[in-house]
């Protein structure tokens, strides 16, 4: 069982950065592959960027690349997500996830859930 908590979200304004993490319990962190997705009120959670476990190999939708980074660490059991130049599009709750397979941006494949970080970009 992984347990994982996001942290970093926040109210910032265009053009800001920030940066979200998420913890993660227990062994094998280096064995999961890990997501970033996001989802507002009344709409779908919607993959953001991934990681990895084999190569660290990173995947993000179009609207975020060259904006958001996806990187792990993990002698800390712990993966990132640093956002900049942010816009008003990108407020949502942000969550990330875990597999114990390969990557993927498909939000069913994913077996572990955080809490849920809130991200809210004012103009």
């Known amino acids: 069982q992984v347990q994982l908590t996001e942290s970093g979200g926040g109210l910032v304004q265009a053009g800001d950065s920030l940066r979200l993490s998420c913890a993660a319990s227990g062994r094998s962190f280096r064995s999961y592959a890990m997501g970033w997705f996001r989802q507002s009120p009344g709409m779908q959670r919607e993959f953001v960027a991934a990681i990895s476990r084999t190569d660290d190999s990173t995947y993000y939708r179009d609207s975020v690349k060259g904006r958001f980074t996806v990187s792990r660490d993990n002698t800390k059991n712990t993966v990132f997500l640093q956002m900049n130049s942010l816009k008003p599009e990108d407020t949502a709750t942000y969550f990330c996830?875990?597999?114990?397979?390969?990557?993927?941006?498909?939000?069913?494949?994913?077996?572990?859930w955080g809490q849920g970080t809130q991200v809210t970009v004012s103009s």
């Open positions: 996830a875990g597999r114990a397979g390969p990557v993927t941006g498909l939000p069913m494949k994913y077996d572990y």
